[in-house]
């Protein structure tokens, strides 16, 4: 089962969240937040896997929740649950150790989804509304050369084709025919990207590319 902590300050998206995971069969809610300061300390006192962070809520937001959370020494995985307008809070807490996030207008099945691919070790990049929300993030970002584009230098041209189908949210298997390569063979491109570039996760890749402007080439 997977342990679902909901870290929200209002009460009723917290209850409608708890109905929708306590009907999965797969994940259970083993806790309730209405602030990042409980939702730290919750994960402290019990096993927790997934985290649905809010991102504004008093007295601690998820972003600075986020960042407690990544530094200690538990798996706890987490998700950010966030409107169109908070990207640049967004961008915040995925920098500070989120796996994903997802809109809170998502699908049910979909949230019930990200929740799974993020408890597997997985990251959350995919849906369009993500792509829209790092171009407006990129947009902002400075221009000019920066560490992480001396990292790109290291890549070689097939590196850059995949690591720029991973930012525009595709998977292995839409990169594989994209590019017309054996699935196997982008694992193995993506895990080299994950070392050359020290990223954690394909999240911190798509950061990585934003940020190095490889979008916009």
Same mark, same amino acid.
């Given at each position: 089962?997977?342990?679902?902590?909901?870290?929200?300050?209002?009460?009723?998206?917290?209850?409608?969240?708890?109905?929708?995971?306590?009907?999965?069969?797969?994940?259970?809610?083993?806790?309730?937040?209405?602030?990042?300061?409980?939702?730290?300390?919750?994960?402290?006192?019990?096993?927790?896997?997934?985290?649905?962070?809010?991102?504004?809520?008093?007295?601690?937001?998820?972003?600075?929740?986020? !960042?407690?959370?990544?530094?200690?020494?538990?798996?706890?995985?987490? /998700?950010?649950?966030?409107?169109?307008?908070?990207?640049?809070?967004?961008?915040?807490?995925?920098?500070?150790?989120?796996?994903?996030?997802? /809109?809170?207008?998502?699908?049910?099945?979909?949230? =019930?989804?990200?929740? !799974?691919?993020?408890?597997?070790?997985?990251?959350?990049?995919?849906?369009?509304?993500? !792509?829209?929300?790092?171009?407006?993030?990129?947009?902002? =970002?400075?221009?000019?050369?920066?560490?992480?584009?001396?990292?790109?230098?290291?890549?070689?041209?097939? &590196?850059? &084709?995949?690591?720029?189908?991973?930012?525009?949210?595709?998977?292995?298997? &839409?990169?594989?025919?994209?590019?017309?390569?054996? &699935?196997?063979?982008?694992?193995?491109?993506?895990?080299?990207?994950?070392?050359?570039?020290?990223? !954690?996760?394909?999240?911190?890749?798509?950061?990585?590319?934003?940020?190095?402007?490889? /979008?916009?080439?």
């Amino acid at each position: 089962m997977i342990s679902v902590l909901l870290a929200d300050d209002q009460a009723l998206v917290r209850s409608g969240l708890r109905m929708l995971v306590d009907a999965a069969d797969d994940m259970h809610v083993v806790g309730e937040a209405a602030n990042g300061v409980d939702a730290v300390a919750m994960v402290r006192t019990r096993k927790v896997d997934v985290v649905l962070m809010d991102i504004r809520m008093p007295m601690m937001d998820g972003t600075e929740a986020t !960042r407690l959370i990544h530094d200690m020494d538990v798996d706890t995985k987490v /998700l950010v649950l966030t409107t169109f307008d908070l990207d640049e809070y967004v961008f915040a807490a995925l920098r500070n150790g989120a796996s994903g996030f997802m /809109l809170k207008d998502a699908l049910p099945e979909d949230l =019930l989804g990200a929740i !799974r691919t993020v408890a597997g070790g997985g990251a959350i990049v995919a849906p369009t509304s993500t !792509r829209r929300l790092l171009d407006h993030i990129a947009s902002r =970002l400075p221009d000019g050369r920066t560490p992480c584009q001396d990292r790109l230098d290291a890549l070689t041209e097939r &590196e850059r &084709e995949v690591l720029l189908e991973v930012a525009n949210g595709a998977n292995n298997t &839409e990169i594989g025919q994209r590019l017309f390569m054996a &699935e196997g063979t982008v694992k193995t491109h993506i895990g080299r990207l994950l070392s050359k570039l020290d990223a !954690r996760d394909r999240v911190g890749l798509v950061l990585i590319a934003h940020e190095c402007g490889l /979008l916009n080439r």
